[in-house]
């Protein structure tokens, strides 16, 4: 009965988005030169986890049967699969944690085997623990049985629940949509509400597991709790600070297919409330992670303007249909419950919509200069800013900021026209030049064809009253 399911759209869809993205084509990406890998379908009646995806890369040295084992052994069946291989081939991969077991020494070789398979040359690898669930009914691997795998704590946040990081957005836009507040007392509230401390630590968070993929050239093992949240924000952030094909806007749209809509986020339910919904109402499962994701891709494109193919427009629009959207993407809460609803072939897909010239045009960002490096963005507090343009969007005259990024558009658009305009005038002058040096050749090869040569055609020459003349 949701409205993406009769949702008529006025245009013709040039590219379809449900297809855009397949797993297939995603993954052959990853897997340049990586002969180690294999996609597998173990998972092709979502049984054996039913909030991954049909196709799954795993290990090519482990059998599905080690997959089914390794599944009874995390929360949720989520057992580890390859999100992100490296240019070094330093693999990241993302899992739930191990089922807790108070008390009971609970050992799984086949998912020893998984983690020992894609160690390759390195030494050691890492597990990051995203959550630091230690003490709060968690579990987590044991040295014994893991002996070649540093655990590392990383928490993005103290969760009590998941539903904590809603109430810190709560607390946010109370202080921004304030507008009586004095500057003083509005910072305050901008601190107790603990927010940019979640965008701080996730960041923080990525750049270590990014580090160890790029400069240590060790695999990674990114979990916490179900692994829903914590982790696949973490996984996200790595990509796009290692990979510059995530800085672009279909890099972006793969990644969060990747990782978000194949990876299992449920959106359903983390979004069913939002933080104008009075808290006593909420859903302890409702929470604000995805947009704690793209605040943190924000906090990238400020800190590297110029290395984004979008800028926050695009970040909004995303995060607005993730809320609520006539289109069928950020649908339902895994790809079972979208197959099994047919919401690829009953709704239109929102990248259908994005990918449209018309309207990806008006999402690019003019400053962008395509930058092959990985970005490393300052963790310091100081340069953690407030999204301005979402948070402060219905609050604060947003005019003037409109009125420069047109100025910018139009300086950047003026600066392209003037190149072209040097190209062309380059162009017609080696033109000029080659015709020169064209004539000049001529006029030097008829004067020798002229030019007699020898005395006695001289004198002949001389004789001659006309010839002379000649």
């Not at 390794?70 to 069946?77: E, Q």
């Amino acid at each position: 009965m949701l409205y993406p399911f009769f949702y008529i759209r006025m245009y013709d869809i040039l590219e379809d988005g449900y297809g855009a993205y397949r797993p297939e084509q995603e993954y052959a990406k990853l897997l340049a030169n990586g002969d180690e890998w294999r996609l597998t379908t173990v998972n092709s009646s979502y049984q054996v986890c039913p909030t991954y995806g049909a196709k799954l890369l795993v290990p090519r040295s482990i059998t599905d049967e080690q997959i089914v084992q390794s599944a009874a052994f995390r929360d949720g069946g989520r057992f580890p699969v390859l999100a992100y291989r490296h240019t070094n081939g330093a693999a990241m991969l993302r899992s739930s944690q191990p089922l807790a077991a108070p008390g009971v020494t609970k050992r799984c070789r086949a998912d020893e085997a998984i983690l020992n398979a894609v160690l390759g040359r390195s030494k050691k690898g890492f597990i990051f623990d995203t959550w630091g669930s230690k003490g709060k009914g968690g579990n987590t691997e044991t040295d014994q049985h893991y002996s070649q795998w540093k655990k590392v704590t990383r928490p993005i946040g103290q969760f009590s629940s998941i539903s904590a990081l809603l109430d810190s957005f709560q607390k946010l836009m109370e202080a921004c949509n304030d507008v009586q507040c004095s500057s003083d007392k509005w910072l305050s509230r901008l601190e107790i509400s603990g927010w940019l401390g979640y965008v701080l630590n996730a960041l923080n968070a990525a750049c270590v597991v990014a580090q160890c993929l790029d400069q240590e050239g060790s695999p990674v093992l990114v979990h916490g709790g179900k692994g829903f949240d914590t982790t696949l924000i973490v996984t996200s952030l790595v990509q796009i600070i290692l990979n510059p094909d995530c800085r672009t806007i279909r890099g972006l749209q793969a990644l969060i297919e990747r990782e978000w809509l194949q990876g299992g986020y449920p959106f359903s339910t983390r979004h069913k409330h939002s933080c104008y919904t009075p808290a006593h109402q909420r859903r302890k499962s409702s929470s604000a992670t995805f947009l704690l994701f793209l605040d943190c891709v924000y906090q990238l494109y400020a800190q590297f303007p110029f290395s984004f193919e979008y800028d926050h427009r695009l970040l909004i629009v995303i995060f607005e249909h993730s809320y609520f959207s006539q289109y069928g993407t950020f649908l339902c809460d895994s790809e079972h419950e979208r197959v099994r609803l047919k919401v690829f072939t009953r709704t239109t897909s929102l990248w259908s919509h994005l990918n449209r010239p018309e309207v990806v045009k008006s999402l690019l960002n003019p400053l962008y200069e395509p930058n092959p490096a990985v970005i490393w963005p300052s963790v310091a507090p100081i340069s953690i800013v407030l999204w301005a343009e979402l948070y402060t969007r219905w609050s604060v005259d947003q005019s003037q900021l409109k009125i420069t990024f047109g100025r910018i558009q139009a300086l950047i658009s003026r600066e392209k026209d003037l190149r072209s305009r040097a190209l062309k005038l380059r162009r017609q002058l080696a033109e000029l030049q080659r015709k020169n040096m064209e004539k000049d050749r001529f006029h030097s090869a008829s004067s020798e064809l002229d030019d007699p040569g020898d005395d006695g055609d001289e004198e002949s020459v001389s004789s001659d009253p006309i010839g002379s003349s000649k």
